[in-house]
């Protein structure tokens, strides 16, 4: 009972103060809604695509970058997470929740299922809004893609939470934002297929490979196509489990960072 009164006050907590901080779900929104009619309108004129229907391969592009987007919506919400827990520990209230009665690392494990519902609710959002801009997937797609939505979440919720065990001060955030959020994002393929990358470098391809978000929107890429990726899946569960020790690791008073810091 006491697991589950925690767990319910973490995520509705998270909840409220989504529903109450309206500019970060329209922030959450508009940012891959820009890059996906922006970017695909400017692969639309690199290849003379003519303006007027029919322009298949506009629309071939732009399906296929929209689970990169989804992809980039998690990994942001991922960020915002781990802001808010070095906003919590600068104010006070993570020292609250750290001291209760129960393990830390069901604790973060809660702050982390919470950040992951918000970000798959934003997912669903934006996948209904490239739908009326006819940008359709089966179906079924967007049933087979909740678990692979849980999962992708959850990973990219616990880097978040691996950085803001290292973030001492709420000013240095953006910078490391900025540094883990571009490269992962670029180097990735979220906006161009594996082989692509492989034409312009070699050794862009090989950080594709092993990039964690790569084999995440591979991931969410085959289920909204009713579509299983195996080596994507385990890839991205073991990347969960190492990102999640971390953390709790770096949460841990005795062994973790926060020793150091002090403020926890």
């Not at 934003?122 to 939505?149: E, K, N, S």
Request: glycine fraction near 8%.
């Amino acid at each position: 009972m006491h697991f589950w009164r925690a767990l319910c006050g973490i995520v509705g907590r998270e909840l409220w103060r989504f529903v109450t901080q309206r500019e970060r779900f329209i922030s959450a929104l508009v940012r891959p809604l820009v890059w996906l009619f922006v970017f695909a309108a400017g692969f639309r004129a690199a290849l003379g695509l003519a303006i007027s229907p029919p322009y298949e391969t506009y629309i071939l592009y732009e399906v296929y970058i929209t689970p990169g987007l989804c992809g980039m919506i998690q990994l942001f919400n991922g960020m915002q997470s781990s802001l808010s827990m070095v906003y919590d520990r600068e104010m006070g209230s993570m020292r609250m929740l750290m001291v209760c009665p129960l393990p830390r690392w069901f604790l973060l494990l809660s702050k982390l299922l919470a950040g992951t519902g918000v970000s798959v609710l934003q997912v669903y959002v934006f996948l209904v809004i490239a739908r009326l801009y006819d940008i359709q997937m089966p179906w079924q797609g967007y049933l087979w893609v909740l678990p692979t939505l849980i999962l992708s979440g959850l990973m990219l919720g616990a880097l978040g939470l691996l950085l803001s065990s290292f973030i001492k001060q709420l000013e240095n955030f953006a910078g490391v934002m900025n540094f883990v959020i571009f490269p992962m994002f670029f180097m990735s393929t979220a906006l161009y297929p594996l082989w692509k990358l492989k034409e312009s470098s070699a050794l862009l391809n090989k950080l594709a490979q092993y990039n964690p978000f790569s084999q995440a929107v591979e991931l969410i890429r085959f289920a909204l196509y009713g579509q299983f990726n195996l080596h994507a899946f385990i890839y991205t569960l073991l990347a969960f489990i190492v990102f999640m020790a971390f953390a709790i690791m770096g949460y841990n008073p005795s062994k973790g960072m926060m020793t150091r810091k002090g403020a926890v």
